[in-house]
């Protein structure tokens, strides 16, 4: 990743950790290296991360990344507070989506937290740029299916879920979402 890659990464973190209560056990869908539970600190309880992109599980003194794709791979448990997707939905394909809400209803608590940051439409077009000039890896550019960051509103919609904060952000690019199981 480089330095922008990192800037940005942060950026959503920073957004998404204004929704996570203290002592809170959080799945993190796209955990990458297990970087936001790191920036969770003290306030995470207990963490579980999946990771597609992963080799080899990566353990910690609270929490597990593990290899492979949500929600095929998940916590055995469930009673989790919040489960994140951060620049993740967008990869889903379409078919995938209803699974994965399902998945999400399932393992969170009673009024537990679903957050998502999903970029714009542009925002293809604008890291494709970057990572032609080498200021980003532009991880995973092809796989955005042409998501748009409304039809998030459609996956995670009642009876289920109940949106609770709505948030544009980086300039309008990205959108934060964050739904609460009903």
Avoid at 42 to 48: A, P, Q, R, S
Avoid at 61 to 85: C, H, K, L, N
Avoid at 135 to 159: K, Q
Wanted: with cysteine.
């Amino acid at each position: 990743m480089t330095f922008l890659d990192r800037f940005l990464q942060n950026w959503r973190m920073s957004k998404a950790l204004d929704h996570v209560g203290p002592k809170a056990r959080v799945i993190d869908v796209g955990a990458h290296q297990g970087e936001l539970f790191d920036k969770l600190g003290g306030k995470l309880l207990k963490g579980f991360g999946v990771e597609p992109l992963l080799t080899a599980p990566v353990q910690r003194a609270s929490y597990v990344v593990q290899p492979g794709f949500f929600p095929t791979v998940r916590p055995r448990e469930s009673e989790w507070d919040a489960i994140t997707m951060l620049a993740v939905l967008e990869h889903v394909p379409r078919s995938q989506q209803a699974d994965l809400a399902q998945a999400c209803h399932d393992l969170l608590t009673k009024d537990g937290r679903v957050i998502i940051t999903v970029p714009s439409h542009a925002v293809d077009y604008v890291l494709s740029v970057l990572k032609f000039m080498r200021l980003i890896d532009g991880m995973s550019l092809e796989e955005h299916f042409g998501f748009e960051p409304e039809e998030t509103l459609r996956v995670f919609a009642p009876p289920r879920f109940r949106l609770i904060r709505h948030q544009r952000f980086q300039l309008g690019l990205n959108h934060l979402y964050v739904f609460a199981k009903n």
